[in-house]
C-alpha cells in the first residue's frame, strides 16, 4: 500500500517550486512488514522573465533539486529447513539444507539525489545548453554478507554501506535547419562522476573485502570506507638480489 502526494507552486511566472512525499507499506506476514517515506523537492527560477536581458538569450533557467528514492524491500525471513534428496539408485537417501538468515533490522535501501543546473536557450531556440552537477547518495545498501560455514549458513543479508557519487552532465542541442514543414536538431551530451565508499557496515569486512584477486598480483574491487567504487590494484612483487 503507498500514499503519494504533490504540490505546485509558482509566483508570477518567475519562480516555481514542486515537491512530493510517498510513504510505502510492504509485507504479508507480520515480521515481514516494513515501511519507508521518501520525499522530493524541485525549484527553478527563470531569469529571462526577471531581467531584460539581450536579445539573444530566449531562455535562462536556474534549477534546484533534492529527491529521495526508496527501494522496494519486503523484510524476508530466516530459513532453516532441510529438503529430501531421493537418490537415483534408492539405496542411500540423503536431505540438504535450506539455510538464509536475514537480519531482523535490516533497513530500505534510499537513494538521495541532489543536483544544481542551468538550462539556455539562444537564438531563437536554435542553441541549447543544459549543465547539472549532481551528488547521488546510495544508503543502506543491501547484500549478502559471509558468514562461518560452522554457522549451518552461507550468508546474511543485511545493509552492508553507503556510496556516494559526485559528478556533472551538460547537454548541448544545435538546430541548423529550421523551417514550417522541417526540423533538423543536432545533440550531444556528456556526463562524468566517480563514486566512493563513504560508509561500511561494522560486521561486513571491517577492514576491507575484495571480490577477486587473480594470480596473486592483481585485485579487484577492494571495498572499504574512502575506496573509489571500481579500482583495481596490482601487487608487485619485491625482487630481492
Known sequence: MSVYGTTTVGWDDKFFLDVTARNDWKGILAEEKIHYFYPSASSSW???????????????????????????????????????????????????????????????QH?????????????????????????????????NIPLP?????????????DVRSKGYEWGLTFTPVKTANFSWDVSGSFTHYKASIIGLSSVFAPNGYVFASYDGKTKVKKIAKGETVGNIYEENPILRV
Open 46 to 108: 527563470l531569469a529571462s522573465e526577471t531581467f531584460k536581458l539581450p536579445e539573444a538569450f530566449n531562455l535562462v533557467k536556474f534549477r534546484l533539486g533534492l529527491a529521495d528514492v526508496g527501494n522496494g524491500l519486503a523484510r524476508q525471513r530466516s530459513i532453516d529447513t532441510y529438503s529430501y534428496d531421493a537418490s537415483p539408485w534408492g539405496a542411500i537417501n540423503t536431505v540438504s539444507m535450506n539455510a538464509r538468515l536475514a537480519d531482523p533490522n535490516i533497513r530500505a
Open 149 to 161: 560455514k560452522g554457522s549451518g549458513y552461507t550468508g546474511m543479508l543485511t545493509n552492508i554501506g
Open 111 to 143: 537513494s538521495v539525489t541532489q543536483e544544481a543546473g542551468l538550462d539556455l536557450g539562444l537564438f531563437r531556440n536554435r542553441v541549447k545548453f543544459d549543465f547539472t552537477y549532481f551528488i547521488k547518495t546510495q544508503k543502506d545498501q543491501i547484500d
